[in-house]
Each structure stands twice: as structure tokens, then as C-alpha cells.
């Protein structure tokens, strides 16, 4: 599909009345991840009136005040059961939730593993950055084992969940991590996703180099980058590495893409209209 020029993209889907630069860290990767929604939503030909970007608490859930699309920035953990509601009253519209790995798996973990069950038809795409970096670098439920943060300053001791294979387990029909090191790959799935008629989840992995980097003296953004696009491998690379290998990697790819699962609001709707005509289940 045909797409615009870099610079009338963001003209088209940024708010200027709001300032910038914005509110991230020089060198944060949410912003990446920002470019590569917009770019994704043009690349799709989608109009913007039609499109619904919904955000919890934390760093990530500032983006939806950057774009001109219908936002809504709600409260820690609950993104997408606003979501899940907007989506019930306006099937039709492309809604994407935007989380951070702390807003979707701690307090927001058991709306995220349903809404996957459910198979409701939202895009969630959680900016993994390892720490909850908003509040002062805390660990979150994605701190590797053994970093330091500030919760944690002897080590963390906790294992960390993996949130693709997470979404892959409960369900959910499309499924694909990237990091903001690989851009045109993460882009690329962010548009199969919200293709995707049912429940589907981008993982982007990105860093926080003010907090857990600084914190375990893994460099700036730079180094923190770079770190990125060396432990990362694709699903097809993996494949041909042992368990202990692929435990230090992160895993780029699509681990789901299934067709063959019915989208919750059609089911919804076809119950109502049952229910209107007074036929029988």
C-alpha cells in the first residue's frame, strides 16, 4: 500500500497543539515505538477518525496525548478493560492498548490473560522496557533474574514472565515480539496486528537507560541499543539453539497466527440479534 512522505505522516497523526519535544527521556525507545504505530495505521490506509489509541499509567501511557486519533488515558492496569468496552459499543473501530511490561502484567496481568482468552478484538502492544521507569526504577514482572533496581538493590530473585508466549498460551491469535533496534520489523507487525480480526499482541522490547540501566551500569542508550541488536535472534535462528542458549536471547519474530478462533464482539452480536428476533440458542 501506498504511503505518505515521513514528514506528512506525522503531520497527519501528531496533535500540534502539544509540545515538543516530548516528555521521554532523550534516547527513550517509546518514542520509536510511536513511529512505528503511525507509520503501521498508514501503511493501512486507515482513517484516523476510526481509530482508538487507549493507554494506562507509566511512561508509555503518555502516548495517546501525541496523537490525533480518539484517545483515552486511563488508570494503572485497567487499559484494556476500557478497551474492551469502547471495542462492545464500536466493533468496527480499530482500538490499540498501549501498555508498559509493569501496566499489563502487574496489576493489568489478569485483564490481559482474558482478554487474550476471550480473543476480543484489541491490539496490545506492551513496551517491554524491563522496569517500572516512571517511578524510580522498580522491578516490574519482566526484570531479568539477578539485576538490580531499586526494589531490589542486592539483585532481583524473581523469575520474569515472558509476555509473548504468555499471550501465545492464553490464547491469543496473533502473537509477535520485535525490539526498537529493529524498526521496519517492528512496524511491520504492529500493521499485522491490527489487521488481525481478534486479540493480538506486539511485544516490543525496548530499555530504560535513566533507571535500570544507569541502576546496573549497562551504558546509555546507545549501549543499551546496541545490547538489542546483539542478544536478539529470530524465531527461525533459535530454532537451531539449545534451552540454555536461547535463555539470554531475545526471541524476534511471530509465535502466533492463527485464523481459526472466533472474535468475541461478532460472537456478542450475533447473541443480541438471536436475542432481539427471540430465537432460541
Given at each position: 500500500?501506498?504511503?505518505?512522505?515521513?514528514?506528512?505522516?506525522?503531520?497527519?497523526?501528531?496533535?500540534?497543539?502539544?509540545?515538543?519535544?516530548?516528555?521521554?527521556?532523550?534516547?527513550?525507545?517509546?518514542?520509536?515505538?510511536?513511529?512505528?504505530?503511525?507509520?503501521?495505521?498508514?501503511?493501512?490506509?486507515?482513517?484516523?477518525?476510526?481509530?482508538?489509541?487507549?493507554?494506562?499509567?507509566?511512561?508509555?501511557?503518555?502516548?495517546?496525548?501525541?496523537?490525533?486519533?480518539?484517545?483515552?488515558?486511563?488508570?494503572?492496569?485497567?487499559?484494556?478493560?476500557?478497551?474492551?468496552?469502547?471495542?462492545?459499543?464500536?466493533?468496527?473501530?480499530?482500538?490499540?492498548?498501549?501498555?508498559?511490561?509493569?501496566?499489563?502484567?502487574?496489576?493489568?496481568?489478569?485483564?490481559?490473560?482474558?482478554?487474550?482468552?476471550?480473543?476480543?478484538?484489541?491490539?496490545?502492544?506492551?513496551?517491554?522496557?524491563?522496569?517500572?521507569?516512571?517511578?524510580?526504577?522498580?522491578?516490574?514482572?519482566?526484570?531479568?533474574?539477578?539485576?538490580?533496581?531499586?526494589?531490589?538493590?542486592?539483585?532481583?530473585?524473581?523469575?520474569?514472565?515472558?509476555?509473548?508466549?504468555?499471550?501465545?498460551?492464553?490464547?491469543?491469535?496473533?502473537?509477535?515480539?520485535?525490539?526498537?533496534?529493529?524498526?521496519?520489523?517492528?512496524?511491520?507487525?504492529?500493521?499485522?496486528?491490527?489487521?488481525?480480526?481478534?486479540?493480538?499482541?506486539?511485544?516490543?522490547?525496548?530499555?530504560?537507560?535513566?533507571?535500570?540501566?544507569?541502576?546496573?551500569?549497562?551504558?546509555?542508550?546507545?549501549?543499551?541499543?546496541?545490547?538489542?541488536?546483539?542478544?536478539?535472534?529470530?524465531?527461525?535462528?533459535?530454532?537451531?539453539?539449545?534451552?540454555?542458549?536461547?535463555?539470554?536471547?531475545?526471541?524476534?519474530?511471530?509465535?502466533?497466527?492463527?485464523?481459526?478462533?472466533?472474535?468475541?464482539?461478532?460472537l456478542y452480536r450475533e447473541q443480541i440479534i438471536r436475542q432481539a428476533k427471540g430465537e432460541k440458542a
Open positions: 500500500m501506498k504511503t505518505q512522505p515521513e514528514s506528512k505522516v506525522h503531520e497527519r497523526y501528531l496533535r500540534h497543539s502539544k509540545k515538543f519535544p516530548n516528555v521521554w527521556c532523550a534516547g527513550c525507545g517509546i518514542g520509536i515505538v510511536l513511529g512505528a504505530i503511525i507509520r503501521a495505521i498508514d501503511s493501512l490506509s486507515l482513517d484516523k477518525n476510526d481509530v482508538a489509541m487507549i493507554s494506562g499509567i507509566g511512561c508509555t501511557g503518555r502516548m495517546p496525548v501525541y496523537v490525533d486519533f480518539n484517545t483515552m488515558h486511563t488508570t494503572h492496569g485497567r487499559a484494556i478493560a476500557f478497551a474492551t468496552g469502547l471495542k462492545l459499543a464500536r466493533p468496527t473501530m480499530k482500538v490499540i492498548v498501549v501498555m508498559g511490561d509493569g501496566d499489563a502484567l502487574a496489576i493489568g496481568g489478569n485483564h490481559f490473560i482474558h482478554a487474550a482468552r476471550r480473543n476480543i478484538g484489541l491490539t496490545a502492544i506492551v513496551v517491554n522496557n524491563l522496569t517500572y521507569g516512571m517511578t524510580g526504577g522498580q522491578y516490574s514482572p519482566t526484570t531479568p533474574l539477578g539485576a538490580r533496581a531499586s526494589t531490589a538493590p542486592y539483585g532481583h530473585i524473581e523469575p520474569s514472565f515472558r509476555i509473548a508466549e504468555l499471550a501465545v498460551t492464553a490464547g491469543a491469535p496473533f502473537v509477535a515480539r520485535s525490539t526498537v533496534y529493529h524498526v521496519a520489523e517492528l512496524q511491520k507487525y504492529i500493521a499485522q496486528a491490527i489487521s488481525t480480526q481478534g486479540f493480538s499482541v506486539v511485544e516490543a522490547t525496548s530499555y530504560c537507560h535513566t533507571t535500570l540501566g544507569r541502576i546496573n551500569r549497562w551504558g546509555r542508550a546507545p549501549d543499551m541499543m546496541r545490547r538489542l541488536k546483539e542478544n536478539s535472534v529470530t524465531v527461525q535462528q533459535a530454532e537451531k539453539m539449545s534451552e540454555e542458549e536461547k535463555k539470554a536471547k531475545i526471541i524476534r519474530g511471530i509465535l502466533s497466527d492463527r485464523k481459526d478462533i472466533p472474535e468475541y464482539t461478532e
